[in-house]
């Protein structure tokens, strides 16, 4: 399935997200590429595997081209085995705030004590309810991108 993905990303402030979640979901993915203008993911996720490409982001960070397939899960596994870097792990958080959901993911090995909240939105401007939890938005930065932390783990940053 393809299509123009717009999100903004923020840090999370506490963990009372949990309270307020409706599912949370165990996520193990890897990146095929990590080049800044394509990126092919490999994830497994309540055991189904799937396959995505994205496109490089807009100015703003918030929009680009995604496009992504379900495969088995152990096409999937044969594939995270040939991955670059470190294999992300996360649970996800599926959390209602107002008209939208925030996909709060709390990364694990190399990545634990990162929390990021995501939010997918109609278009770039459009209003949305905060949670009390959200923190510092990171929308464009980088390093935040799942495919950099393969590359760059939360816990090999200097302050």
Not at 20 to 49: C, S, Y
Not at 69 to 91: Q, V, W
Not at 126 to 152: H, M
Request: glycine share 6%; proline share 3%.
């Amino acid at each position: 399935m393809e299509h123009l993905e717009i999100e903004r990303k923020f840090l999370v402030t506490s963990d009372a997200y949990k309270k307020e979640a409706q599912t949370q979901t165990r996520i193990v993915q890897g990146f095929l590429n990590t080049h800044p203008d394509r990126t092919v993911r490999v994830r497994v996720r309540d055991g189904k595997g799937f396959l995505a490409v994205k496109g490089a982001s807009n100015q703003s960070g918030t929009t680009r081209f995604e496009w992504e397939t379900e495969i088995s899960a152990s096409e999937a596994a044969n594939l995270i085995d040939l991955c670059e870097g470190h294999i992300l792990e996360k649970i996800r958080y599926a959390v209602p705030c107002g008209h939208h959901v925030f996909e709060v993911d709390e990364f694990l090995a190399e990545n634990k004590g990162l929390v990021i909240a995501e939010v997918e939105l109609a278009h770039e401007d459009e209003v949305f309810e905060k949670p009390s939890w959200l923190g510092k938005e990171v929308t464009g930065a980088i390093q935040y991108y799942n495919s950099q932390l393969t590359q760059n783990p939360y816990s090999q940053w200097k302050d």
